[in-house]
């Protein structure tokens, strides 16, 4: 493989470099950490304020991940509460849940940078996402919080390449979106369908998968891992394990997708009209 070009990363510094005093939405993944990271090297720390929104669709793990990179890029972390559950728009789950969702963090982030003298809000959305159904993009733009990775086209695989340069411990990771985004559409979101999906794959973690999801269909669990895992996963003990406690934390039947690990697969039936809405 040839070198990465450092052009795109001397673009982004260079955006950054105007922004003067930067709030970060923060998740502690690939993309927001990578984004902090440039920010704080580019700007200093104390112009620099990393944000996590903390609700029941953020996992135990993602959260002591987001600590620990902010520990090592050296930026004050800010835990602020969000209540989505609060908002009924959010909890019917329809194909525009990530706009509510992320339209109440956005605003929250927006008035802590208010109050803390924080000229801009900026995001991880990076060139790659242009092609994805993103509703949470739609609440960036009515808010005003910029994606500088994405003005300055840098792909996820990018991200992933400049990482490893910088020497953060994100570069391999997989993706991490929220807990909500495992609970099919148009099923209601609750407190317990999170912490199930919680556990569930807290579980596999545990048993040494990696990359994978457990996608939350009611009383099937939908599971997702790399079809080089298929062999793993329906080994005897491990299929039995999970079955057993799949069941004890309140599903029904637990199935293995034989399609293997996709991001937004919940995505995948959704009309051209769905995704207008």
Not at 81 to 94: G, I
Not at 192 to 214: D, H, I, P
Not at 215 to 228: D, K, L, Q
């Amino acid at each position: 493989m040839p070198p990465i070009s450092h052009d795109k990363l001397n673009l982004l510094r260079q955006k950054l470099s105007g922004l003067k005093r930067v709030l970060v939405a923060f998740s502690g993944g690939v993309d927001s950490s990578f984004l902090l990271k440039v920010a704080v090297d580019t700007l200093g720390a104390s112009n620099v304020l990393a944000c996590i929104g903390i609700s029941g669709s953020l996992s135990g793990h993602q959260l002591a991940q987001a600590r620990e990179i902010a520990r090592l890029v050296g930026c004050r972390l800010e835990e602020i509460p969000v209540d989505e559950m609060h908002n009924d728009a959010y909890r019917a789950n329809k194909t525009d849940r990530c706009f509510h969702c992320k339209s109440r963090l956005y605003k929250l982030f927006t008035e802590k940078a208010r109050q803390e003298r924080f000229e801009y809000v900026l995001c991880g959305a990076n060139f790659d996402d242009k092609d994805d159904y993103r509703p949470g993009h739609h609440a960036a733009e009515v808010f005003g919080v910029l994606s500088p990775m994405m003005d300055a086209e840098i792909t996820k695989t990018e991200i992933r390449e400049y990482s490893r340069a910088l020497g953060l411990p994100t570069a391999d990771l997989p993706a991490s979106p929220c807990l909500a985004s495992r609970v099919a559409y148009g099923m209601e979101i609750t407190p317990e369908k999170l912490a199930q999906v919680e556990k569930a794959e807290e579980l596999l973690r545990k048993l040494g998968f990696v990359e994978f999801r457990v996608r939350h269909h009611g009383v099937i669990a939908r599971i997702e891992v790399r079809p080089a895992d298929f062999a793993k996963i329906t080994s005897e003990s491990v299929r039995r394990q999970i079955v057993e406690e799949l069941k004890t934390i309140g599903f029904g039947y637990v199935a293995l997708d034989l399609q293997g690990f996709r991001s937004g697969s919940m995505n995948e039936g959704l009309s051209t009209e769905q995704k207008m809405h």
